[in-house]
């Protein structure tokens, strides 16, 4: 039977997990209130803390609806057990998919040795990879990566990954130590591709850095035979990003879903997420539009959900 990855048309797309922006409230709005990509992603997930005490904290980043599927978890950590144990209990909540982070370059995360440093530790790696396969059960697995560390090794590293035979593999065209500061190297994700069709053909491909529209993705699908495209910051520029066709949309629009998003974000956390994360999306709504700027200089003054409901009201 073929997997959702499989089942998608393509150029599919995919939202990037972007930590403290795509929580469970954003992708709702995402889904409901704006253009929908194909697939959505968690926050990155430490397996640590989902078997520890800090599970309670914790699981809140598992939290989906109906309306965000296909929806897949993002993990990452050290401990093959715990990625074993997190792979079962992802299954269980009904998840579609579980991505493995191997790519963030957080330089704290890089030190403990894990996601992109385990470009290093090919064992390791096969460790984690073994368990997730074990705990998910069939689920499909993804693991999104960069290029290299210094140097680029695209072909080295996402060649061996490939030889594990995973559902899809996400590559991020910039290595750890450029972290965002240079351009992504959408060549070095089509030399992917290539690779892919002789290492393992049922592997779908996503490429991911610098895409901000759906024609922009079409461009890279139909140039480099990705299968699929994952935008990340392209939303902070424009809401609609996953709508075909550069369409405008009016001042009231904007402020409508932003009004949609803090009325959920308020449901949903009420005080038990800091009110000033989401402080982090005025910009994204309030912007490019006559009288925004001092729209946005009074929203970034509140200190409550109360204050900047009235201020949109
Ligand atoms: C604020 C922020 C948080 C991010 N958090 C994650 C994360 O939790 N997991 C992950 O794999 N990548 C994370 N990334 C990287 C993005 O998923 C993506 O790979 C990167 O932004 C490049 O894509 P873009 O050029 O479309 O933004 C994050 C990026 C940003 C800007």
Request: proline content about 4%; hydrophobic content about 40%; aromatic content about 10%.
């Amino acid at each position: 039977m073929k997997n959702f990855w499989q089942r998608l048309k393509k150029p599919f797309l995919v939202l990037a997990p972007m930590e403290g922006v795509t929580d469970f409230v954003f992708r709702e709005i995402v889904a409901t209130e704006l253009p929908k990509p194909h697939v959505m992603m968690t926050e990155f997930t430490n397996v640590e803390s989902l078997m520890s005490k800090g599970f309670e904290k914790t699981i809140i980043r598992f939290k989906f609806s109906e309306k965000q599927r296909p929806i897949i978890a993002q993990i990452w950590g050290m401990n093959p057990e715990n990625y074993y144990k997190s792979a079962k209990l992802i299954t269980k909540l009904g998840f579609d998919g579980i991505d493995i982070n191997m790519g963030c370059p957080v330089r704290e995360v890089f030190k403990m040795g894990v996601c992109s440093a385990l470009i290093n530790n090919r064992p390791l790696a096969k460790e984690i990879i073994d368990s997730v396969k074990k705990g998910a059960n069939g689920l499909p697995i993804s693991i999104k990566i960069r290029i290299g560390i210094k140097e680029v090794v695209t072909e080295d590293w996402a060649g061996f990954l490939l030889e594990q035979k995973i559902e899809a593999l996400i590559i991020h065209g910039r290595t750890v130590e450029q972290m965002s500061k240079v351009p992504a190297d959408w060549n070095e994700i089509g030399k992917v591709v290539k690779l892919r069709n002789k290492i393992s053909p049922e592997t779908m491909i996503i490429g991911n850095g610098d895409v901000n529209s759906y024609e922009d993705a079409e461009e890279k699908h139909n140039k480099f035979g990705v299968d699929g495209v994952m935008i990340g910051r392209g939303i902070f520029h424009n809401p609609w990003v996953f709508e075909k066709g550069n369409k405008n949309h009016t001042p009231e629009e904007y402020k409508d879903v932003l009004i949609k998003h803090l009325n959920l974000y308020e449901k949903t956390y009420g005080d038990g997420r800091n009110y000033h994360i989401m402080k982090k999306f005025y910009k994204m709504y309030v912007n490019n539009f006559k009288g925004a700027n001092q729209l946005r200089i009074k929203l970034m003054s509140t200190n409550n959900f109360k204050e900047a409901q009235e201020i949109l009201s």
